[in-house]
């Protein structure tokens, strides 16, 4: 089918998938052990006060009515009110996303380009020493706990070796502020992008230095499967017959690697990138505590320590839309780049 | 060399270059540029005084900077730093009635019997936007936050002010009048307290409190008159993130050189061990609450920072659920009281940097005195037997579950469960059954009386005894601790305490009503926290007395000229000595 | 879906196994269990071979670092970090267990089922299932752990509800391959029940492949286990809990004192790596088998 046909097609289907996504954290927030409104009060609550709270949360209407404000919300993007102070929570989830994205993003290279690294090294030194080391590697790192890891990376090369900073995302003070052109303000939120669009180079390498520890912690954990991936992918190509084609004909070995085996290992791994996001974001979660850094994982898990009900459920929600969207994406990229899964 | 080997030997010199050119990026770029300062031109550069501090803290705005509203330790803070009250307490005393000192007020007096006080206002303070200071300011703070907004988490509700206080009437531009319903006697010490301070009325509703307003800070305090402003509040998602207070030209105690740092920074920490890590790497200039006891004594070690400590008067406090048996039987409540072990908890859970409490009244506070020391510590001889009589031994152990918060409102919680949990076992005849809850949940718990032993912390609103007292363990003004505990007698040894002024009856008074506390032991005092701030070598004016406010206005950092200032001066001399030759 | 690439791989994965995969699978499978075997069992046997009191303060000084008197060391409570490390596991184990039996009991049978049944039944669970499955797993188990609150059935059920998909996936799978076959469909055309065919053609073959998920999801469990305690929604401090150990000990890292999280958190490794080894091993050893 054409690429639109296909396109459509998968459109159509994401839609059922979200509104059971939405409905299940719907079902979740509100299979509650007790009244998440009476959480909030310090004294005897008066009863005006806290029907006046339920109302303020739309919370009084029955749970039909709750489920239908809750949809036509989200398709708003309006994700309610925290409960802490009342101010609209989607406004707070995309105030804290830049940093969580700058830090997935980084995260996803590192573990990327660590895997296509590794995993090329071990297909080519195929089950020698190197190999079995290169893979139990792999799966070795997978079964760190990323908070661990990241606590590791934080004792030896931040508080050991004072080579990089602890936490925080740039020093206070010296948050970049993006592109200002006589009136046009451009900021992406994203501090390396951002330094960069106001010309300020020491800043993009603070932003660099505070960046490196959480995302290498969280790309170390994750390379494991991209090793595996490129290995798998870089060892079937090299013993098709057009790869020992190009060997007789004298080809350097290494445009025989690269050109033609790694390109083949480019789709598998742009999906493993796309369904690994999930992972990922759930990794952040867990380093962004060890690093204080500011995004969206820090911001969920605050709120659970104040039982911000909405919050979290916004939280959640977004998280999930999100991962829709990108894995959406990336198999639309991928039939775009490979006609032969549109069938 | 193979070609297999050559390869590899390129990789690893490539690996190597990169790993190093990271290491030397991270060394040159590790420290950050120095704020600017401020020099003179003439002679030897001279040591300055640093135009900006940044503080970090694990603290944040609970609810907003409103005084109708805020009841939170970080919130009064920097209500007081960007506000005044009528009266303020003398930095560094012990806060009696002989350390109130004038502020927007400089005299007053009260009527004989108590129920009348005047205050003369001080003449040509200014607002912000010019407009003058006048009692109609007072009078419009106190009727809104006290009789109109009253909000029910709030200061006001909370001390009783309306209960205090009948009506505030300008009786001139420069004279306001408080009429009292009962002769308080703490009443000017609850005027220096931030539920007291003046707000600017033009900045403050009369309908509704002033919240955080995205992007506007002036939008979002009611508070002017102060040594500063809030001349920035930034949220990232919905938590505080930086604040900035920049000097108030209006303030009225400009002429006496405050505030000493014309800008301060406050970074907001998520928690005590990344703050800690801050102050160590030089991040911040000062860190203040709350550093672990562990990361205190380690930092005391180190010579980058200076350890400042003082007196706290935070407490710390076990509470009885009176309503669940067998605690409804004083006896057994102090069976058990006796057989905490104060120094433990101390000395293991804060290494010895708070001080054991056998009072409601912190130590170093009028109205201060020991009187749970008759009880003592571990003194497991005294449970036993006491418990023996109700049929409690080492075969049928007194079952108890004890509560605390798990979410770091109180310092070291889980640990201090921990320990009171050893103790409490170590007399052979209790078992405790540890039960936690974050701190909504946990409030929740103790408003539906469901816990039946919990820990609880204070804060004094204003210092004076009275504020250890009333709020616990009379009847109405404990109401919200929920434990259920009435003694009539009490409650007339508080209430005329409240009234009297003379100190030395105030004393007497109060020393009774703890001979009955030791005796009812409805709540055990635990430990009063002692508090620190860890700063920069060069940071001074740091007063950390028993009204635990931390004054923005008071610290300032020297700095010597860098290095090659003064090596450029010593040059220019130098030249300057050889051309004139 | 019979491309280019899975030609090969179906190709490829006997030859993998012929030439020395099966040994390398074999030996990934042995130290796998032996990991596992020593941490369960020492886990076990803590009563009588830790030292101390794992609960217990002040038995020695605070925050001392590994000696011969503590090989350890101790905490912040002078708690003994060796007794904390032997009976630490318990908690973890007991979570991963809960979760993957209550994952099984669930996810394979409903697995069976509904696509044994297939039409609109498989349709609307696969699609429900997949919903649970797209979503990031630790968000959905601390959104869940979050509403119901501590304790170790409520962390079970967390991430029960997070893996069920996996498994139901799996079965699937399975079953449809199976479903296709010419004896199943010679059996049902002689009037078996579909209760008899399941159980007699469809079972033995899903076992394989269940065995496997599960070891993986065990390992899944335990960090999942260790997260959730690492944001908040752990278990009382009263039980001795390496991921207790790991989130407190954190904050004595400044300090210096790298024990307290290093050896918790090198168990926990340990424990997942021992699990995940022997998951794939397994489906390294049976997954040609499959092929055929």
């Known amino acids: 089918m054409s690429l639109r046909s296909y396109v459509i097609a998968r459109v159509l289907l994401t839609i059922p998938m979200l509104l059971l996504l939405l409905t299940l954290v719907f079902l979740i927030t509100r299979v509650l052990p007790g009244d998440p409104v009476l959480l909030h009060f310090e004294k005897q609550a008066k009863p005006e006060a806290v029907e006046e709270f339920r109302q303020r949360l739309g919370l009084d209407k029955s749970l039909p009515e709750q489920y239908v404000d809750y949809l036509t919300g989200v398709l708003r993007g309006d994700l309610g009110k925290s409960m802490q102070d009342f101010s609209p929570v989607a406004q707070q989830i995309f105030s804290a996303f830049p940093a969580t994205l700058e830090l997935a993003i980084f995260g996803m290279i590192i573990a990327v380009v660590l895997g296509i690294f590794l995993g090329v090294r071990s297909s080519r030194s195929y089950n020698t020493g190197e190999d079995h080391v290169i893979r139990t590697f792999g799966i070795a790192t997978y079964a760190i706990p990323v908070f661990f890891l990241g606590m590791v990376l934080q004792l030896v090369f931040s508080i050991q070796l004072h080579w990089f900073p602890s936490g925080g995302r740039i020093y206070p003070g010296s948050e970049p502020l993006g592109l200002n052109l006589g009136g046009f303000h451009l900021a992406t939120g994203l501090y390396t992008v951002d330094s960069l669009l106001e010309g300020n180079l020491s800043k993009f390498v603070q932003a660099l230095r505070y960046l490196f520890l959480p995302s290498f912690a969280l790309g170390l954990v994750l390379c494991g499967i991209f090793i595996r991936l490129t290995r798998t992918s870089m060892l079937e190509t090299l013993r098709l017959d057009f790869v020992t084609a190009a060997r007789a004909r004298g080809l350097k070995e290494r445009t025989v690697v690269y050109t033609y085996a790694l390109r083949n290992a480019f789709l598998p791994i742009l999906t493993m990138m796309g369904l690994q996001f999930a992972a990922l974001l759930a990794g952040a979660i867990l380093t962004e505590t060890t690093f204080s850094w500011p995004g969206l994982g820090r911001y969920l898990v605050d709120r659970i320590a104040f039982r911000d009900y909405t919050a979290i459920q916004g939280a959640v929600v977004f998280f999930g839309l999100l991962v829709a969207l990108v894995s959406l994406m990336v198999d639309i990229l991928y039939a775009y780049l490979d006609p032969r899964i549109r069938l | ?581 | 879906m019979q491309t280019e690439r899975g030609r090969i791989i179906v190709q490829l994965i006997p030859q993998f196994v012929r030439l020395s995969k099966r040994g390398m699978a074999g030996w990934t499978v042995l130290i796998g269990s032996v990991i596992v075997v020593a941490v369960v069992g020492m886990t076990l046997l803590a009563p009588w071979i830790a030292p101390h009191n794992p609960i217990a303060i002040n038995v020695g000084p605070i925050m001392a670092a590994p000696s011969s008197e503590f090989p350890l060391g101790t905490n912040h409570l002078g708690q003994d970090m060796l007794s904390r490390v032997i009976w630490g596991g318990s908690m973890v184990l007991q979570v991963a267990l809960i979760s993957v039996a209550m994952c099984v009991a669930v996810g394979v049978p409903i697995g069976l089922l509904a696509s044994y049944a297939g039409g609109n039944t498989d349709k609307g669970t696969s699609l429900v299932m997949d919903s649970i499955y797209a979503f990031p797993g630790l968000v959905l188990a601390i959104a869940i752990a979050a509403m119901l609150g501590r304790g170790v059935l409520n962390m079970s059920l967390a991430i029960a509800v997070v893996y069920v998909p996996s498994y139901y996936r799996i079965v699937r799978s399975q079953v449809l391959t199976i479903k296709e076959l010419s004896y199943v469909e010679a059996a049902r055309a002689l009037g078996a029940k579909s209760r008899s065919i399941i159980l007699r053609y469809v079972m033995p073959n899903v076992v394989p492949s269940v065995v496997s998920v599960a070891t993986i999801n065990f390992a899944d469990a335990i960090l999942t286990a260790a997260g959730l305690t690492f944001v908040g929604l752990g278990l009382s401090v009263a039980v001795p809990d390496w991921g207790w150990d790991l989130t407190y000990g954190r904050q004595l890292l400044p300090a210096g004192a790298w024990w307290v999280i290093a050896f918790p958190g090198l168990m926990i490794v340990l424990l997942a790596l021992g699990f995940t080894l022997i998951g794939e091993g397994l489906s390294e050893l049976w997954s040609p088998r499959l092929e055929q």
């Open chain 2, 1 to 581: 060399m193979s070609n297999k080997a050559i390869t590899r030997v390129q990789t690893a010199v490539v690996l190597v270059i990169i790993i190093a050119a990271v290491a030397a990026g991270a060394y040159i770029t590790s420290q950050p540029s120095a704020p600017p300062t401020t020099t003179t031109t003439t002679g030897p550069p001279p040591i300055v005084f640093k135009d900006t501090l940044i503080m970090g803290t694990t603290d944040a705005v609970e609810v907003s900077l409103d005084p109708a509203e805020s009841y939170d330790y970080f919130g009064w803070e920097i209500i007081q730093s960007t506000g005044s009250s009528l009266v303020d307490v003398r930095p560094g005393s012990p806060a009696g009635p002989s350390d109130i000192v004038p502020a927007l007020a400089t005299s007053w007096e009260v009527s004989s019997d108590g129920l009348t006080w005047t205050f003369n206002l001080r003449q040509g303070v200014k607002f912000q936007d010019g407009t003058e200071f006048t009692a109609n300011d007072v009078k419009y703070s106190f009727d809104r936050n006290v009789f109109k907004l009253a909000i029910p988490e709030g200061p006001q509700v909370g001390i009783g002010y309306g209960d205090i206080i009948k009506s505030v009437d300008a009786m001139s531009p420069t004279q306001v009048v408080f009429h009292l319903n009962i002769p308080f006697s703490p009443f000017l010490s609850l005027m220096a307290a931030q539920s007291s301070y003046i707000v600017n009325p033009k900045l403050a509703p009369e309908d509704h409190a002033v919240a955080y307003k995205e992007g506007d800070a002036r939008a979002s305090s009611p508070m002017d008159l102060g040594p500063y402003v809030l001349s920035s509040w930034v949220r990232v998602a919905g938590k505080d993130n930086e604040m900035r207070l920049d000097a108030n030209p209006n303030y009225w105690n400009v002429s006496g050189g405050y505030p000493k740092t014309p800008h301060i920074i406050i970074k907001f920490y998520s928690d005590a061990t990344t703050l800690r890590l801050a102050i160590e790497s030089g991040e911040v200039d000062i860190a203040f609450r709350q550093l672990r006891a562990s990361d205190i004594n380690d930092l005391k070690t180190k010579t980058n920072v200076k350890v400042w400590e003082g007196i706290g008067a935070f407490i710390q406090y076990l509470v009885f659920q009176e309503k669940m048996k067998p605690l409804d039987n004083p006896e057994i409540r102090r069976a058990i009281a006796a057989a905490v072990d104060r120094p433990t908890l101390t000395n293991t859970v804060f290494l010895g940097q708070s001080k054991p409490l056998y009072s409601m009244i912190p130590n170093g506070m009028a109205g201060h005195t020991d009187a749970f020391k008759q009880l003592g510590d571990a003194n497991y001889a005294f449970t036993r037997e006491a418990l023996a009589k109700y049929g409690y031994n080492e075969n049928n152990k007194l079952k108890l579950d004890l509560w605390y918060e798990s979410s770091g409102h109180y310092p070291q919680s889980p640990d201090q469960a921990t320990v009171l949990k050893s103790s409490l076992e170590g007399s052979g005849v209790i078992q405790i059954e540890l039960k936690s809850a974050d701190w909504p949940s946990y409030r929740v718990n103790r408003n539906q009386e469901i816990m039946q032993m919990y820990i609880l912390g204070w804060y004094p609103d204003y210092v004076d005894a009275d504020n250890y007292m009333f709020p616990f363990l009379h009847s109405v003004g404990g109401s919200w601790i929920h434990m259920n505990y009435n003694n009539p007698q009490m409650d007339d040894l508080i209430n005329q305490a409240r009234a009297k002024t003379d100190a030395a009856e105030r004393t007497q008074l109060y020393a009774q009503a703890q001979e009955l506390f030791a005796q009812d032991a409805p709540i055990v005092p635990l430990f009063q926290g002692t508090a620190w701030a860890v700063t920069k070598p060069n940071v001074g004016g740091v007063v950390l007395d028993i009204s635990q406010s931390w004054r923005h206005w008071l610290v300032y950092a020297t700095e010597g000229p860098a290095p090659l200032l003064q090596i450029g001066w010593l040059a220019s001399i130098i030249t300057r000595f050889a051309t004139e030759q």
